[in-house]
């Protein structure tokens, strides 16, 4: 039995609420459980510098967390001035997870900025943003289309990410904060609405796991991304 | 004829959500017409250094806005290393108006510390901030009376604020974005709940304004606050 | 009786300064009572980017104090890495004060950079830095139009500060800092040499202040203005 | 046939030189081909601050890279003034690969910081850095047996690193820079020296990968870290 | 002829004005030519850490130019965040140019920090700067004996410094801002009131000098510290 | 007798071996006894923003040390966020050395970045440091010569550089670290092929010097440079 009485293969209650502000091209928030991430897409008319006359366009994110969006409250970073390493290591995460689905060629000489920011953590806030960043993505973007900008969504496919991990020895689903300071292992997967494997990221948390448990926690993400994708789907009205 | 179609001493409608964090001790959301900004309290049992044996409490803020709560998208602060001047100005503000109310050598050896999120902005964001944190402020004082640690709430009055300016030379109550950016004049007035000035800052955007009509800016904010602090005790659930 | 034994209306000894410095276009060494504030006026032909090509000019201040211009030595802003928000605030207030009685088109694609540094403080050294930065701003543009670069100096309006505070109950003009330290409210005043108000900052120390309070601030602000006005004139020749 | 010229399962020429700097505890210059990584382990008798009287040890690390360790000079992060994301993501994980296999409880009050700097990079500096970091880290705790600080060396297991990818298709192992920039996918592989996986890290960098494409790489990985942590037991004369 | 029209080993015009300002416990305006410096002196009663129980004191020193000491405006570091190398390399020498002819050891848990702020510069801040220094620490010393914390001042000699250069082939002494850009070589000597060398610093601006003409520079040096000693113990009231 | 035992005016063994890296136009490993300073030079085809359209072109020098380059750990620059003091000023004084031998109007619109990282440090790093880069320098400019980007090295003399100082009243030449730590004088000079003098830069540690000792030291360093250049020389193939 797991802390939250979840089933091993269930996900917390996700919702995925679109057009939540006002000014964003695109924008969701999306909640897994009690962990709130609201994700804006903003879209840009220029490419970083690095990337001009390259005929590519460009996605990047940025993520933060409130200050008392944590049960202790977290120092905020701007106090600080330094975004820490995990900050950066998430924001890296989410920019590569979406333009892996990108056609980042059709795009030339657009930008569009993912802003990710937890108004409440309880686990996942990484899962819960690149699951939303996604739908806020895909609406700025049809917005463009709309607006004549391009002929087409320059996606190939969707994305969405879930956690998994092994509680006494035992595979779990999309663990919240009390699972997850008490698994033994934890991984993200980024996974594809067809199935292919953007980016996986297992850590044992104490002690070394095997490969057949890697594979179950694999499984676990398949069947929660499944899920995931198809309510990103109805958010998005394309069923 | 106001840009918002408002009466001239008209609030925007204002709702103060409580209770909309699951870890602060004390939350508000504060809406000011499209402007909405997040404020939670956090108490900790302990003070800045300076202030240690001092016997007093302190009160300290911090002030933020999302990256995309802005029509244009603001650069992150956390990712450029360091806060405005603008942010610090704010927050200086805040955190002066509720220590105003607060008996601060009732709250020895106590520190609260108050974040104040813009989640959308739409002119407004500070009044609406200190409205709000004040609600915040007085739910988790709240909460520290029923723990046992006080014995009474340790607030002198109630403080609430609002803007009022000059648009084509007349009088305006609590401006939203369009009509801040068109004012000749835009003031700030930070009021307690038996009518005593805690702050006033107005600036002359364009053109120096007289002192007559600076008497009416603050005529028009002392019925603003009048409404704002009964919007405060009906939240906290004091009438 | 008030500390400093001065009449509750009377100003310090001030002296406006001219030309203290063999490099700017123009300088003022502002002395209220002990305070000395050293302000210079630098002339550039470039504007920030975000103005260019709108057809108008810029003024922009900074603000310092020396490390041991205060009683207790304050740190280096330079060796902290970072200006605090009070500085901030007030390099703000001073750049917003100049621009309001400038005539800003008329200068189009010129910057004028105001620095007001501290030599000594006493109390008021916001004050002293705005009356002292018309002098130095006026100079410097007598001088572009000596050049011949301006046909007229494009001041609309001189400008002055002076605070004014409530001390045991009774309102007092010009405090300096004992007086500032016992003092209920404070309070800043920036007005025009013909009457109106450019910037009003009023804070309550401890408790609110009440509207007939606040008024005889201003009232006595007016009076000492009045009397900034006129030295600001001497100093610069004009009457 | 992979850029290198080397069999698909083929590590590059690899070397663990021990006792290199004259003043750690434990160090070891690691070789990976091309890439040539400098690690240092120092022993501190203290712990960070949220660790003490928590009965626990700790290892921690950084990560640098030279300037001109790279094809085109990479600026210098001190003059930068900052630490890249991608440098806090290397160092967190090799911090947190090494703690997996320590006995962190047995090295109580003991702190353990790990340097690894690169001296050249051709690809695979972060698993180089693992790799030579645990020579070191062995050496140091070595030491700190013989000088009877300890009963004996706190590691559970061995652990190593290497990457493998997808490179037109087929998995290839130890991928150098040529190979990495023109690879599908890269994957990151910490594993134990009995086989236990550590951290997984996987990136599809144009397009997802499928699940038996990711076996192959783990079964790729599970080969060279046999070697590699035969390698280190030499270097450490452990067999 | 050197460009001032001053005899090849003649100081510019130089005044040590102590006692300028109201709050530091020793202070000095030094004024060398048109090149004035602020010095103040602040006494604590606290070391740095790393000297905390070693019976010894210490004398630190802080160096900064107002924006508009120069004659194009310096950005001001404070804004910039950052101090200069230039400015880290002049209070560095500051610092040991007076531990030199202090007693460290007489001065157990007290602190002296000096501050050199540059009001206007016309070269030679830094030898200015120490020059006045010295004065500023007299006083400073002299004060805590008068206040019975020590019973002599705790200098073992007098410091002062100048600089000289070589100028179309021929030695100058104390150069000012034009004489200083045409220079081949500069040298900064800094030397005690019995001709001790305390510091040298020689940079060949163009091409390389000689051990000759480094000599000639020395000389000249000797000659200028000569003079400022003699005015340091007039403005002291030594003789 | 010296603390290392040698003659008073021997350096240590001292190697220069050159094209230590893979990627850099010229590059030179550094040895004095047991000081290691890795230089690189890398070539530029742009200078910075300053020198465009001069005619000139520049040499510029970076310096930092391993952490664990030192007998107890030294914090790493980049993680702290700021070059220290002493960082600056050593590569300062690398660029002004190399410039003063260079030929710098040959060089137009090219820019050398030398990088001077110290993998061992046991005293004198910053004159191991500039011994090596004038090495590399050497090397990188005979590549663009190779390359037909200029007719000749545009090197107008050689330039190395060595410490000398007073340990117990006798000068003593290239002081490692223990001598270092106990001399009461440490000169470093910076000298040219020819003889001429660069830089030259005295510190009395503890005591005055006098005008004697420090030409007995100038002496001994003149000796050192002469085998120093010789040793250049032969690294060079130039015998």
């Not at 996606?155 to 663990?175: C, E, F, K």
Request: aromatic share 4%.
């Amino acid at each position: 039995m797991r802390p939250s009485g979840r089933a091993a293969d269930a996900l917390r209650p996700v919702t995925l609420e679109t057009d939540v502000n006002k000014y964003a091209e695109g924008s969701c928030l999306a909640r897994f459980g009690d962990t709130e991430v609201l994700c804006t897409a903003t879209v840009e008319q220029s490419v970083p510098s690095w990337l001009r006359d390259s005929g590519r366009g460009w996605i990047t994110a940025e993520y933060g967390m409130l200050p008392r969006s944590t049960g202790t409250r977290t120092a905020r970073e701007a106090a600080r001035g330094r975004q820490s390493g995990r900050t950066q290591e998430i924001q890296r995460l989410i920019g590569r997870s979406l333009r892996a689905v990108a056609d980042l060629p059709a795009m030339a000489d657009m930008q569009i900025r993912i802003d990710c920011d937890v108004i409440q953590a309880d686990g996942g806030t990484r899962t819960a943003a690149i699951t939303g960043a996604y739908v806020a993505l895909h609406l700025a973007l049809q917005r463009v289309v709309t607006l004549g900008l391009l002929g087409a969504v320059p996606l190939t496919d969707q994305v969405a990410a879930v956690s998994a991990g092994l509680y006494r020895g035992a595979p779990i689903l999309d663990l919240d904060y009390d699972e997850d300071s008490a698994a033994e292992a934890d991984a993200n997967f980024v996974l594809t609405g067809r199935g292919g494997v953007v980016e996986v990221q297992g850590t044992a948390e104490e002690k070394p796991f095997s490969r057949d448990q890697f594979l179950a926690l694999l499984a676990l993400a398949e069947k929660g991304v499944g899920e995931l994708v198809g309510l990103q789907r109805r958010a998005l009205g394309l069923d």
